[in-house]
T-cell receptor, first 118, second 110 residues
Framework: NAGVMQNPRHLVRRRGQEARLRCSPM?????VYWYRQLPEEGLKFMVY????????ESGMPKERFSAEFPKEGPSILRIQQVVRGDSAAYFC????????????????FGPGTRLTVL | DAKTTQPNSMESNEEEPVHLPCNHS???????IHWYRQLPSQGPEYVIH???SNVNNRMASLAIAEDRKSSTLILHRATLRDAAVYYC???????????FGKGTKLSVIP
């Protein structure tokens, strides 16, 4: 039973280039979350998606960042025109379907993509 | 999310028990207490959660104070593999946003 998969594990970009980070959730999970971890800090929520829908993007920077979770294929976090401040570890997590009485917040995290902007 | 306070770091000898404290004095009646840990260069990993009663699973135990204003994660026999940053999180009923603070960095001494 494969866990959450992220690729690439390491990504180096020059300022102004685009970064595409991919996340394949665990089998049977239809909810995906993206978090960012800046050096020496805790993880910060960015966006929550279900298949073909963005549910909450309140933690995402307003410009240059976008996320999608298409009907087929992995979820993609896209950063356009990267700047040095975008250097961080980006983690994807997934969770199973949530029923009306759902209270457990367990999320399963991937190994992360470490983005370095030169 | 209710605010949590944890020590920045702790040390333990290998094969001894470890008690990791967390204060959450503003916890509400419906807040579950969750613990995650993050091993070096890895994503966070769910450890345990509870509401009022003490909880045990294969990884750890969670002791919750009677007034719920604090809790303690207990690792019964620390191993080198337990060296990680441990996060105490109160996401709120039905909330999906996990707010990770600085956590407690646990070092295990061989």
């Amino acid at each position: 039973n494969a866990g959450v998969m992220q690729n690439p594990r390491h990504l180096v970009r020059r300022r102004g280039q685009e970064a595409r980070l991919r996340c394949s959730p665990m089998k049977g999970h239809s909810h995906v979350y993206w978090y960012r971890q800046l050096p020496e800090e805790g993880l910060k929520f960015m966006v929550y998606l279900q298949k073909e829908n963005i549910i909450d993007e309140s933690g995402m920077p307003k410009e240059r960042f976008s996320a999608e979770f298409p009907k087929e294929g992995p979820s993609i976090l896209r950063i356009q025109q990267v700047v040095r401040g975008d250097s961080a570890a980006y983690f994807c997590a997934s969770s199973p379907f949530r029923g009306a009485a759902w209270t457990l917040n367990e999320q399963f995290f991937g190994p992360g993509t470490r983005l370095t902007v030169l | 999310d209710a605010k949590t306070t944890q020590p920045n770091s702790m040390e333990s000898n290998e094969e001894e028990p470890v008690h990791l404290p967390c204060n959450h004095s503003t916890i509400s009646g419906t807040d579950y207490i969750h613990w995650y840990r993050q091993l070096p260069s890895q994503g966070p990993e769910y450890v345990i959660h509870g509401l009022t009663s003490n909880v045990n699973n294969r990884m750890a135990s969670l002791a919750i104070a009677e007034d719920r204003k604090s809790s303690t994660l207990i690792l019964h026999r620390a191993t080198l593999r337990d060296a990680a940053v441990y996060y105490c999180i109160l996401p709120g009923a039905g909330s999906y946003q996990l707010t990770f603070g600085k956590g407690t960095k646990l070092s295990v001494i061989p």
